[in-house]
Nanobody
Framework: QVQLVESGGGLVQPGGSLRLSCAAS????????MSWYRQAPGKERELVAT????????DYLDSVKGRFTISRDSAKNTVYLQMNSLKPEDTAVYYC?????????WGQGTQVTVSS
């Protein structure tokens, strides 16, 4: 029943921007912390950004601080990741995740490629 559907990925030039969206359905959106993860070829999956369910506190991977912004729109049951000043090192499949104390759900991922 739970679905997380990512969109907004694509090919961009270094220094460019993308906004990823994750539309959630089948869950009570306000009760879940929402996160973005990414996995680059040959590397482990890493947590990129999180926004809490309580007060909207955000946390970021050190390498994306100041460049990426996570936000959520409760009316649309959607979480966003605004990515600015993109670097080739940001190339990865980006996954949306919803987590509570007991459960974690995953989207199917969207490809982000940063290349000249």
């Amino acid at each position: 029943q739970v679905q997380l559907v990512e969109s907004g990925g694509g090919l961009v030039q270094p220094g460019g921007s993308l906004r990823l969206s994750c539309a959630a359905s089948g869950l009570t959106f306000s009760r879940y912390a929402m996160s973005w993860y990414r996995q680059a070829p040959g590397k482990e999956r890493e947590l990129v950004a999180t926004i809490t369910r309580a007060d909207g506190t955000t946390d970021y991977l050190d390498s994306v601080k100041g460049r990426f912004t996570i936000s959520r729109d409760s009316a649309k049951n959607t979480v966003y990741l605004q990515m600015n000043s993109l670097k080739p090192e940001d190339t990865a499949v980006y996954y949306c995740s919803a987590r509570s104390y007991s459960y974690q759900y995953w989207g199917q991922g969207t490809q982000v490629t940063v290349s000249s």
